[in-house]
């Protein structure tokens, strides 16, 4: 038992200083990421569930590193709040969707929306109104075009800071939603002090294992319920097979978004998969 107790300390050792190189790497290298052009944006598709027409797209980033391949927002993401990289990172993901919602709404003719996940870092900041504005001004982007995603961590957490950014964010003219729905614990009294537009239930609720749990279910409508009683739209996230859409069909849910649809997917395909889209 000692033998294995020192083994597997061993292992968990190494193991930590692999995690640790990682991390290393990563905060190392994330300084330069923007300026050697190592950020992409994805898109993910939503899709309107009365129409069956894509309603708007999620960018959602990666970081493409020339020695660790892919790495995951979550990975780099805290990373870049604690070390002071984010609002740089948030101002180059506004820029980067609004330019290519414009250049998609040209190519279509159709108001597509676009929506950019805001760290709550970016919502204390002072930046972000700036960074707002003129990415809406460089893309030529209508303003109602452009949706932020805010968990209700990010929120709840400064009341009056975030009530404030609210309303001058609402001043600029673009819709807010938010984010991850259900996973906080903070309670539903915010929904009434704030404009938001639209609700993203998030993906553990929505997911098929989870909705069986008892309960779970009902959970899921009346929420959705509460949400038209309050005039907000929602959307579900992480929709992966026929059978969510079809229960979240049945509970007036009105968008979706997940697998089932498509995967976030690079700029470059965006054109074709909507051309696929609406051919069917
Ligand atoms: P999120 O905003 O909740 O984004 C949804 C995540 O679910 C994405 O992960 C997406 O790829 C994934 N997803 C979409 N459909 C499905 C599905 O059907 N099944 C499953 N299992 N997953 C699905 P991703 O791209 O790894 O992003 C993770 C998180 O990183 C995001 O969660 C968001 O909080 C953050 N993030 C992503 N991009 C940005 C960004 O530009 N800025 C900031 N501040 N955060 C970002
Ligand atoms: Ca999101
Ligand atoms: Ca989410
Ligand atoms: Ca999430």
Same mark, same amino acid.
């Given at each position: 038992a000692k033998e294995a107790g020192r083994n597997s300390y061993r292992f968990f050792n190494q193991a930590m200083s692999e995690q640790m190189k990682g991390r290393m790497t990563i905060e190392n290298s994330l300084h330069r990421a923007l300026e050697r052009k190592e950020f992409e944006l994805h898109y993910q598709p939503r899709v309107n !569930?009365?129409?069956?027409?894509?309603?708007g797209f999620e960018a959602l980033i990666r970081w493409n590193h020339p020695q660790l391949g892919r790495i995951a927002p979550l990975e780099f993401i805290p990373i870049a709040e604690e070390r002071g990289f984010i609002a740089e990172i948030g101002k180059w993901v506004l820029d980067e969707a609004c330019c290519q919602a414009q250049r998609i709404i040209d190519a279509t003719g159709k108001p597509i929306r676009i929506s950019v996940n805001l760290s709550a870092r970016q919502l204390a900041g002072e930046q972000l109104l700036d960074d707002v504005r003129n990415a809406l001004d460089r893309s030529?982007?209508?303003?109602?075009?452009l949706e932020l995603e805010l968990t209700e961590t990010a929120l709840v957490n400064d009341i009056d800071a975030s009530t404030r950014i609210f309303q001058a964010l609402k001043g600029l003219g673009v819709s807010l939603a938010v984010d991850?729905?259900?996973?906080?614990?903070?309670? !539903?009294?915010?929904l009434g002090q704030f404009p938001i537009d639209v609700l993203k239930l998030d993906r553990s609720f929505v997911n098929q294992k989870n909705r069986d749990k008892t309960g779970n279910k009902r959970v899921i409508e009346a929420f959705i319920e509460m949400a038209h009683r309050l005039g907000i739209p929602v959307v579900a996230e992480g929709v992966e097979t026929a059978d969510t859409l079809a229960f979240l069909i049945a509970c007036r849910c009105d968008e979706a978004q997940g697998y089932y649809f498509?995967?976030?997917?690079p700029a470059q395909e965006v054109a074709g998969f909507l051309e696929r889209f609406s051919g069917d």
């Open positions: !569930l009365s129409t069956l027409q894509v309603a030529g982007l209508r303003a109602d075009l991850d729905f259900g996973t906080g614990y903070s309670g !539903l009294a915010y498509a995967p976030p997917l």
